[in-house]
């Protein structure tokens, strides 16, 4: 009997009966037969078609069509084989599928499950290219005024590229011959499945290392690879690298390929080699070289100092002789300045004169003196009083109009009287005395000044007016000490004062 899941003995069941006996089949049994037939007979092919209609699913799978001129093959990648399609499925991409047939029950349609891509021919290719180049020219990733400068002698050299290629071995090679410096590999894929997220991820990793960390910053990064064909080098295309070098804030350096090969990440790096070689000369420069240019810059430092000082010392003579001598300069200011002391001197002696001559006019007497005429005054007074009332008192008693109580109250306020009016000339008597004292020397010999007086009592102003083996009186506000000129100073010369008089003494 005839398996109902084996197509050949269902086509011969169907034959045999000749129409009329057919047996009957469930849709799932139908559909189950269908599948097997398509999967035993197309095991594995490759199919050549436009991409349309993708879609990425939520779970990861990919959905999409592949049409030719007359017809629609439906297709999809499981979530497992989509990293490893090599290429990005787009719209109007033209591919070729490498997968298994098969079909779909659920709704009766026939489709291939996709394992692999490849871009179908390098037309398409250079179409796709140049399509994603203008998209990205347009956002901007390959401005100019995005380009950063090249560090002239980085410390640390990044380098993303495949860890077993002559590249990174001629890298080295020339930066070792050049200028030795620290190089940082980060070992990706070049080409192939997965090669694009690595390099991507290569170059965002070495911008995520922290300055100062246990693993150095580079400087510079170089992003090279051989040559190859345009398939080869299809991972420096993928936007996902384009957009890592461009956002890179490390300067870099692109260097794919040969001369004539040209990727979008020479584009979006700030600067272009032409082969991995080129762009190691252009991250660090030739020691020697730099060593015999910055001689050449102190040889010429030193010159341009020699000469800056020759002209600078033929200027200072030139101006050196357009000034005055400097000792006939200071001889005058030295005569201004003995003319200034003499004019000083004589006016302050005639200073003193004139404040001694205002002081004579004053006529101040000494307390006691005034004291003594204000008292021979008052005895005076007290007596012609006396005598005044004894003769009232004998005119009275002439009269007689004595009258004994009368006279005893003259009496009471005439002393009254006379010891207010002494009182008030005792007061006065005071402030006088206070206003001579204030005027007085002793005031200022109190204050620690000394008075010096010769040996006949005329008044010593200036150094000059002494000799030596000279006496002298020095006095002092508690008394006077003798003593006696031993020395005399340089320059000094005599000075002569007239004596003052006796009887208005002197405040000097």
Known sequence: MASRNDPDSFGEAAEAAGGY???????????????????????????RGEITGFKRHTSGHLYFRLKDESAVLEAVCWRNAAPKLGVVPEDGLEVIATGRLTTYAGRSQYQIVVEALEIAGEGALLKLLEERRKKLLAEGLFAAERKQPIPYLPEIVGVVTSPTGAVIRDILHRIAERFPRRVLLWPVAVQGAGAAEQI??????????????????PDVLIVARGGGSLEDLWAFNEEIVVRAAAESQIPLISAVGHETDTTLIDFAADRRAPTPTAAAEMAVPVRTELAHRLTALEARLIGAAHRSLERQRAELRGLARGLPDPAALLGQAAQRL?????????????????????????????????????????????????????????????????????????????????DRALGLARRDLSTRAKLLESYSYQRVLERGFVLVRDARGQTILRAGATRPGMPLSLNFADGRVPARVTGRSEGARPLVLKKPTPAQGTLL
Do not use: W, Y
Request: proline content about 6%.
């Open 338 to 418: 003995d003319e200034k002391s003499t004019r000083l001197q004589q006016g302050m002696r005639f200073l003193v004169e004139a404040r001694r001559t205002r002081l004579h006019r004053l006529h101040l007497r000494h307390p006691r003196e005034l004291l003594r005429e204000r008292k021979a005054t008052l005895r005076g007074a007290a007596r012609a009083l006396k005598a005044a009332l004894e003769a009232r008192l004998r005119a009275e008693r002439d009269r007689g109009k004595h009258d004994t109580t009368r006279l005893r109250h003259l009496e009471r306020r005439l002393g009254s009287a006379l």
């Open 21 to 47: 006996n057919i047996p009957v089949f469930t849709v799932s049994e139908i559909a189950q037969a269908l599948r097997t037939t398509i999967e035993r007979g197309f095991p594995r092919v490759r199919v």
């Open 200 to 217: 991507a991820a290569a170059i965002a990793g070495f911008n995520r290392l922290p300055p100062g960390g246990p693993v150095p910053r």
